[in-house]
C-alpha cells in the first residue's frame, strides 16, 4: 500500500481527536512543552518515603488531592523514563492550562490528543478526519 506525505493549509479550523481525554495528573507543563507520562511509572519511582507522602496525601481528606498531584508532578518532571511524549504548546494553552494546573476543583483539566505514533514520536492524522473535513468544507 503506498504511502503519501502531504502537506495541507486548512482555511477554517479542522477538530481531529483520538477519542480519548489525558487528565490534569497525566501531565505537566515545563518551559512552553506539555509532557504526557505514566503517573504508575512516576509512583513506582519514586523512594519509599516519598510514595508513602504521596499514598498519604491520597487516603486523607479532599483538600490533599491539590498536594498529591503536585507532589506526582514534581517526581515526574525528574523521572524521563515515565515520559511516553512532550510537544509544544501555544501561549493559550499554556495560560488555560496552567489555571487547570492551580485550581483544580474549578476545571477538569482534561487534554483531548491526537492519535500518536510513539515510534516515530509524531502526531497521525486517520484519512477519516481528513475526509470528514473536506466534507465539511464543501457543504
Given amino acids: 500500500m503506498p504511502v503519501y506525505h502531504l502537506k495541507l493549509t486548512p482555511l477554517s479550523p479542522v477538530h481531529v481527536g483520538a477519542g480519548e481525554a489525558i487528565a490534569a495528573e497525566d501531565y505537566f507543563l515545563k518551559d512552553g512543552k506539555l509532557t504526557r507520562f505514566l503517573p504508575s511509572a512516576v509512583v513506582r519511582a519514586m523512594s519509599p ?3 508513602g507522602r504521596y499514598l498519604g ?3 486523607g481528606p479532599p483538600q490533599q488531592l ?3 498531584l503536585l507532589l506526582l508532578r514534581e517526581k515526574a518532571m525528574a523521572t ?3 515520559w511516553i511524549y512532550t510537544i509544544p504548546v501555544g501561549q493559550e494553552s499554556i495560560q ?3 489555571q487547570v ?3 483544580l476543583d474549578t476545571r477538569s483539566g482534561e487534554v483531548h490528543p491526537l492519535q500518536w505514533n510513539l515510534a516515530k514520536k509524531c502526531a497521525v492524522i486517520p484519512g477519516s478526519a481528513i475526509k470528514g473535513a473536506i466534507r465539511t468544507a464543501l457543504l
Wanted: avoid cysteine; charge should be neutral; hydrophobic fraction near 45%.
Fill in 80 to 82: 524521563p523514563s515515565a
Fill in 66 to 68: 491539590d498536594q498529591a
Fill in 57 to 59: 496525601l491520597l487516603s
Fill in 96 to 98: 488555560a492550562l496552567g
Fill in 49 to 51: 518515603a516519598d510514595r
Fill in 101 to 103: 494546573i492551580n485550581k
